[in-house]
Structure formats: structure tokens, C-alpha cells
């Protein structure tokens, strides 16, 4: 399976790409997550791009397709992979289209998660991250087990900057300049899926394995 899933922030896209990985045991790649470590363990690419993501902005191409081909060479990737908030633009997709090209592969899905503006600020402005390990929970939708502390590593959760009600709305202003062009993209390839980002968990997690049920996932080599 090699999967993609985009779509605002705050679609949902992390919780189902995590499902999906256990479910179908490839790994997940979370471009936010990655660029996160990144800033904790302040390396290079980390200062870089730290500005950047707390105006709520994208980082640029070249920055993220060096990252994101780096995760998808390692050993674990190879039997398939879900790519969770990458490619984010035009110039990402045919990035990453070169890549899969270059090894003989193709995408089985692109999984679009199409969210009403007012479900997204209800859900990041409940959302709390821990700074240790980037695990993301919701106050009401996600809680962790103990309150204000994450399940994994016991760190104090907290508030990310980027996920202000002014900052949120900033973030799909940029989404919708410089994402939506995707959708054409996806649907002229053939592997365009849209799905209804508004639902709920669970009913959500049965449309996606309806969906994936009707299709043949296999992105092997040609």
C-alpha cells in the first residue's frame, strides 16, 4: 500500500493515517511530525523552519522533498508507506511523482479529507500536543488518559502556537491558495478518493476501509 492523505489542517488526517498504519502495517510518515523533530532536536533544517510553521505557513519545496525522500528510502518503506500532510503543493506532488517513478513504483490512493472551516477551528483549538514525543490529542474528541498529560511519556500537554483561532484561520487561507490545485492533479492520475472529513472517528474509519476495500492496493514495481 502506498497511500497519501491531504487535506486543511485539522481534517483528521494524522489519527486516520495512524489507524490505517496498523491496520495495513506500513509505515507512516507525518511531514509535520517529522519537521517537528526536527525543530526539538534544533537541528539545521529545524531552525530553518521553526519560524516558518509558528506563522502557520509552508515550508518551502525543496526543504520538505529532501526530507520526505530521505523517510521514504530507509528499509521500512519499501513494502509501501502513508504519507500523512505531504505533498502539500504542485511542486511537492511532481517531486515525489519523479521519486516513486525513479524506483518503480506508483500510489494506490490519494485520500482527499474534505472539512467544513468551522469543524477545523472547533477541532485545533481543543488540540493538545505533548513537546516530547509530538503526540497530538483533542480536550473532548482525543483525551489523554490522565488529564494534561500524555499517555506515552507523561510530559505536560500543551497548546501549539500554530493552533491560535487567529493562526488556524491564517493556516487555511494558505491551504486553500496553495493546496487545493492537488485535487485536479490526483483526479487526472485516476487516484483521487475524497472523503468526508467532518465525521466522526468511527464513521469515518468505516468509509476509509470501504473505500480501500474496492480498490486494489498493491503501488508495486512495475
Same mark, same amino acid.
Given at each position: 500500500m502506498r497511500l497519501i492523505l491531504f487535506g486543511p489542517p485539522g481534517a483528521g488526517k494524522g489519527t486516520h493515517a495512524r489507524h490505517l498504519s496498523e491496520k495495513w502495517r506500513v509505515p507512516h510518515f507525518a511531514a509535520g511530525d517529522l519537521l517537528r523533530a526536527h525543530i526539538r532536536n534544533a537541528t539545521e533544517i529545524g531552525?530553518? &523552519?521553526?519560524? !516558518?510553521?509558528?506563522?502557520?505557513?509552508?515550508?518551502?519545496?525543496g526543504e520538505?522533498? +529532501? #526530507?520526505?525522500?530521505?523517510?521514504?528510502?530507509?528499509?521500512?518503506?519499501?513494502?509501501?508507506f502513508i504519507l500523512d500532510g505531504y505533498p502539500r503543493t504542485l511542486g511537492q506532488a511532481e517531486a515525489l511523482e519523479e521519486?516513486?517513478?525513479?524506483?518503480?513504483?506508483?500510489?494506490?490512493?490519494?485520500?482527499?479529507?474534505k472539512t467544513s472551516w468551522d469543524v477545523i477551528v472547533d477541532?485545533?483549538?481543543?488540540?493538545?500536543?505533548?513537546p516530547q514525543c509530538g503526540t497530538n490529542y483533542h &480536550?473532548?474528541? !482525543?483525551?489523554?488518559?490522565?488529564a494534561g498529560k500524555c499517555d506515552r511519556c507523561q510530559? +505536560? #500537554?500543551?497548546?501549539?502556537?500554530?493552533?491560535?483561532?487567529?493562526?488556524?484561520?491564517?493556516?487555511?487561507?494558505?491551504?486553500?491558495?496553495?493546496?487545493?490545485?492537488?485535487?485536479?492533479?490526483?483526479r487526472k492520475r485516476g487516484v483521487l478518493q475524497?472523503?468526508?472529513?467532518?465525521?466522526?472517528i468511527s464513521e469515518l474509519q468505516e468509509e476509509?476501509?470501504?473505500?480501500?476495500?474496492?480498490?486494489?492496493?498493491t503501488g508495486k514495481r512495475q
Open positions: 531552525k530553518r &523552519v521553526k519560524t !516558518i510553521l509558528d506563522r502557520g505557513e509552508l515550508v518551502p519545496d520538505i522533498n +529532501e #526530507l520526505i525522500a530521505s523517510e521514504l528510502s530507509k528499509p521500512q518503506a519499501e513494502q509501501g521519486f516513486l517513478k525513479r524506483r518503480r513504483e506508483t500510489l494506490d490512493a490519494a485520500l482527499y479529507f477541532r485545533l483549538s481543543g488540540r493538545r500536543a505533548c &480536550v473532548r474528541n !482525543i483525551p489523554p488518559k490522565a510530559a +505536560e #500537554l500543551v497548546e501549539r502556537s500554530d493552533d491560535q483561532p487567529e493562526t488556524i484561520r491564517h493556516r487555511l487561507e494558505v491551504y486553500e491558495k496553495d493546496t487545493a490545485p492537488l485535487l485536479e492533479y490526483y475524497e472523503v468526508p472529513g467532518d465525521w466522526n476509509l476501509a470501504r473505500i480501500l476495500g474496492k480498490q486494489k492496493l
